[in-house]
């Protein structure tokens, strides 16, 4: 549906995609040797998480870990522009547009919220009293901002890799419903290993975790691709990606008491998080004439 709020083409570069024109490299080489790149780079961390226990004295290796592995992408994706582009353009450093910056912050609260609070009315998962006392006193604004900087530090690595390179690069070639679908499901497959042979997952059955993990992550690949596309800055990723991990995996949850239901139902492998982002997908995808012309294409 060419026409409605298409961006041009050259004001779309300058925000941060790299050019068709003038960008020799074929970008299928420049992608699979970023993906090559983040998967052996990755490789040391998710080893090192696997082998070693999880205990109470090993949270703070473990969470080094994390991070380190989190920012592999980014690091690959550095090398890879190096390489092929020998300059680090193209990543979308650029602010763009306010009012998606906006949205990547606030669509990740307001659906936190939605969730969350549907488990407290429903009791499947009570909101816990003792707890909001703590979290909304003026004692927990240096604990609150800290774990929102420490959570976008941690997105910005996957960000930059994913949002900042893959998904500039796959629109090279192909249209926008192939380019979230792919950049998707690499996204989802670099999860695997910590799933199977590490602790990322949820507290029953490893098929649940899976079952509820990949639509997941496969529908917030499309949403955080069309910002990205419509924004022409990776900012707005980091922000989305950032604050979803800190108020779906941390603030949210310390409102809320501990189920076996509410485990099931919240948090990164419950089935509602599967479902909101199933919506939401559906939702940006609907709009993905709203994006540059060039990009429009589901082909």
């Not at 990205?228 to 950032?242: D, E, N, P, Q």
């Amino acid at each position: 549906m060419p026409g409605r709020g298409v961006v041009n083409l050259t004001d779309y570069t300058c925000s941060g995609i790299p050019a068709r024109l003038g960008h020799s490299t074929d970008p299928r080489i420049t992608v699979l040797t970023y993906v090559l790149l983040t998967f052996v780079f990755s490789s040391v961390f998710w080893y090192l998480t696997s082998a070693t226990p999880l205990v109470a004295a090993n949270a703070a290796v473990l969470m080094t870990y994390a991070v380190a592995a989190m920012w592999c992408p980014a690091a690959a994706a550095v090398v890879t522009r190096l390489l092929f582009q020998r300059n680090l353009k193209g990543f979308g450093f650029g602010w763009g547009k306010t009012r998606l910056q906006l949205l990547g912050m606030l669509l990740p609260i307001g659906a936190g919220f939605f969730m969350f609070g549907s488990a407290w009315l429903s009791g499947v998962a009570p909101f816990n009293t003792e707890k909001a006392a703590t979290v909304f006193s003026l004692s927990f604004i240096p604990v609150f901002l800290f774990g929102i900087i420490f959570n976008l530090f941690a997105a910005s690595g996957e960000e930059l890799g994913w949002r900042g390179f893959l998904v500039p690069e796959l629109s090279r070639w192909m249209g926008f419903t192939a380019v979230a679908l792919v950049s998707g499901a690499i996204w989802t497959a670099w999860h695997f290993p910590l799933i199977f042979f590490g602790t990322y997952h949820g507290t029953g059955p490893l098929w649940y975790s899976l079952l509820v993990f990949v639509p997941s992550v496969m529908g917030a690949g499309l949403v955080l691709a069309w910002l990205r596309l419509a924004s022409g800055s990776v900012w707005v990723a980091v922000f989305f990606h950032g604050f979803w991990n800190y108020f779906i995996q941390q603030f949210y949850p310390a409102l809320t008491v501990t189920t076996q239901a509410g485990n099931m139902m919240l948090g990164e492998f419950g089935w509602f998080v599967a479902f909101a982002y199933v919506v939401l997908a559906a939702v940006f995808w609907h709009y993905r004439y709203r994006l540059p012309a060039f990009v429009q294409s589901s082909r």
